[in-house]
């Protein structure tokens, strides 16, 4: 099993560019989330989603966008690339209704200049 | 809103046991704690939960307080690979995990 992968590990935007993060985990999860971590900070959760078809937002889900049309994929989208959102995204997993533990990915490096 | 607040940083000595605190006063009667650590900037990785009875696995113990308020997690014999970022962690609301900004723990040899 490949676990919880990310792609791509590291990326540089220019301010106003839009691109999407890709998240997708292969262990049949339910759950799933995306959160941010500026540096010297804790993780913030910026989207979660509980199902296929069901998301909803975090704590600072303003200029993000998410869907599930799967239960593999939970890609994470930036509108409208801003300096703000330079950051290193983190994808997580849980399995729900057990031990609610967090998968992680690898995270993705974002730079916007 | 739940919240958890945790030391900054912390040393301990190679072989002696580490115990870091938390407190989560607001967290509520049916939350579990979680415990996850970071090493350098890699995924936070999983090391133990609980909610009212203290917990040991392979990797540390988890002392919970009678009132839920604080825990402790303890590393009963730390090595130089347990320097990390802790971070005690709880759910919000039933489905929205939050972490804290963590323990930066340095294992000194």
């Known amino acids: 099993n490949a676990g919880v992968t990310q792609t791509p590990k590291f990326q540089v935007l220019k301010t106003g560019q839009s691109m999407t993060l890709q998240c997708a985990q292969d262990?049949?999860?339910?759950?799933m989330s995306w959160y941010r971590q500026d540096p010297g900070m804790g993780l913030r959760l910026i989207h979660y989603s509980v199902g296929a078809g069901i998301t909803d937002q975090g704590e600072v889900p303003n200029g993000y966008n998410v869907s599930r049309s799967t239960t593999e994929d939970f890609p994470l989208r930036l509108l409208s690339a801003a300096p703000s959102q330079t950051s290193v995204y983190f994808c997580?997993?849980?399995?729900?209704?057990?031990?609610?533990?967090?998968?992680f990915g690898p995270g993705t490096r974002l730079t916007v200049t | 809103d739940a919240k958890t607040t945790q030391p900054p940083s912390m040393d301990c000595a190679e072989g002696r046991a580490a115990n870091l605190p938390c407190n989560h006063s607001t967290i509520s009667g049916n939350e579990y704690v979680y415990w996850y650590r970071q090493i350098h900037s890699q995924g936070p990785q999983y090391i133990i939960h609980?909610?009212?009875n203290n917990e040991t696995n392979e990797m540390a113990s988890l002392i919970i307080t009678e009132d839920r308020k604080s825990s402790t997690l303890i590393l009963p014999h730390a090595t130089l690979r347990d320097t990390a970022v802790y971070y005690c962690?709880?759910?919000?609301?039933?489905?929205?995990?939050?972490f804290g900004t963590g323990t930066s723990l340095t294992v000194i040899p």
């Open positions: 262990m049949n999860h339910e759950y």
């Open positions: 609980g909610l009212k």
């Open positions: 962690t709880g759910v919000s609301g039933g489905n929205q995990f939050y």
């Open positions: 997580a997993t849980i399995r729900w209704a057990t031990t609610y533990e967090q998968y």
